[in-house]
Nanobody, 122 residues
Framework: QVQLVESGGGLVQAGDSLRLSCAAS????????MGWFRQAPGKEREFVAA????????NYADSVKGRFTISKDNAKNTVYLQMNSLKPEDTAVYYC???????????????WGQGTQVTVSS
């Protein structure tokens, strides 16, 4: 089992920045990649970004490329999502997840955090 706890969400204005954190504990040695997903009301959960636990290779959704940056601190078992130039359409609940295989598909991630709300006002 891997436990994930997100933090850092909030209410901001368009153009502002936020940094989300995801602290992992438990059987983290089984993790190949960590990802961030988001789900807006009435929409499917969608991929935002992912990072390989070893090596740090990253992958981003086209909608956030150039604005969001995923990073990690292996010593702290923590993954971050730096979100800049936020837009109202970024409003969603953001979830951290761990995967034994990586990728951009929800089904590829085994463990999920409880989510943190990000609201961007125009």
């Amino acid at each position: 089992q891997v436990q994930l706890v997100e933090s850092g969400g909030g209410l901001v204005q368009a153009g502002d920045s936020l940094r989300l954190s995801c602290a992992a504990s438990g059987r983290t040695f089984s993790t190949y990649a960590m990802g961030w997903f988001r789900q807006a009301p009435g929409k499917e959960r969608e991929f935002v970004a992912a990072i390989r636990w070893i090596g740090g290779r990253t992958n981003y959704a086209d909608s956030v490329k150039g604005r969001f940056t995923i990073s990690k601190d292996n010593a702290k078992n923590t993954v971050y999502l730096q979100m800049n130039s936020l837009k109202p359409e970024d409003t969603a609940v953001y979830y951290c997840a761990s995967s034994p295989t990586g990728g951009t598909v929800v089904a590829g991630y085994s463990y999920w955090g409880q989510g943190t709300q990000v609201t961007v006002s125009s």
